[in-house]
């Protein structure tokens, strides 16, 4: 559809336009003017809203949606309105649905589901078959379908040479491999961040020393084989004084941090609600503050939500035995402008793409549309009436919120909240 959007204040330090309240008009999904009143005679439709501003598209590089096997938790189709509605134009849908996302015929079912959908889904493929840690996916043949890196969802490689080997492979056709970092040995048992609050609830620990020594390994192994390695939702101070470390040495790492590490802490499980079982777990507030100073000095690559549907089976139910998840793609805009500036936010919304080697679009006169729609004037609070996602299991119910996503316009398509 063609589009004229009024008076909104565009956030785009690579733009000509940033920080400048203008008129944009859009033909064809491409944008061919932006001045401070664009003409209007051909009778597009327009979009107007006090406060409006306006970004490159958000992309999160972590969404799980359940589909395939999973529908009842969320299926692609309203996943993905989910995300448009959250101010997202892509995101990279993680493997973890069943059957697994390892081959390439499952990466073209959930590409094809998201044919027409406003919002673009990027595939993650599973780096083991079956994300089972025992023998590499066909990692080459899910590349050619359309997968953009390969990671086994919440899954720790305990075979060391595996990881090497996949690292040495996927540099054949410049691929990534993502490693999520938490040893299983030392995990054991645990359920939350092991400390003062898990120690006080009567809670098995998860020490930090769990995620780091994995992250240190598969640096290592990293400045070893070469290639590219992104480290995701990282919660520890020592993970990112570790990353930074290999980042000063050159090496090819990025990390992401989940958006509840950026707001939470592990006090939230006084209660012992299994909304705030996630993994890695909630840390403490030292750790929280470490990683927004990440975020602050760019050791952090970019933000994401995390997002992990859940039935109410298997959240409703003893904290040991509940299962690991948050949502978030609705929560994640309005949270992150509690903790950190606007443009910093922004920033790390639009940062996903560029870890995943994905292209980004200027706003800029003749660039494709491919925008983010919000405002960041109003205070509410988080509440069921909030959430869109067919599961409903947020850790950011009742926590404030400072502005909100509007929606999107991407691939010809307006979607508002």
Known sequence: MNLVIRKAKIIDPKSPFHN??????????????????VSNDANYQEFQQEGLHLSQGWFDTSVSLGEPGFEDRETIANGLIVAAKSGFTGIALQPNSHPIIDNQSQVHFVKQKAADAATNLYPIGALTKNSEGKDLAELYDMKNAGAVAFGDYGKSLSNANLLKIGLQYVQDFDGLVIAFAQDETIKGNGVVNEGVVSTRLGLKGIPNLAEELIIARNLFLLEYTGGKLHIPTVSTAKSLALIKEAKAKGLAVTCSVAVHHLVLTDEKLDGFDTRYKVSPPLRTEADRQALLTGVIDNTIDCITSDHNPMDIEHKK?????????????E?????????????????????????????????????????????????????????LSKSKNSAFLGQPMQGKALGIYNNGKLVLA
Do not use: H, R
């Open 20 to 37: 400048q309240t203008v008129d944009v008009k859009i033909t064809n999904g491409v944008i061919d003017a932006i001045g401070n009143s």
């Open 317 to 329: 139910m003893e904290f040991d035995l509940a299962k690991n998840g948050t949502i978030g793609l």
């Open 331 to 387: 929560s994640a805009f309005g949270a992150l402008l509690t903790v950190l500036p606007l443009e910093k936010v922004i920033e790390k919304l639009t940062s996903g793409d560029i870890v995943l080697n994905i292209e980004k679009q200027v706003v800029d006169i003749n660039s494709k549309a491919n925008l983010s729609l919000f405002e960041i004037g109003s205070n509410w609070i988080f509440s069921k009436e909030a959430i």
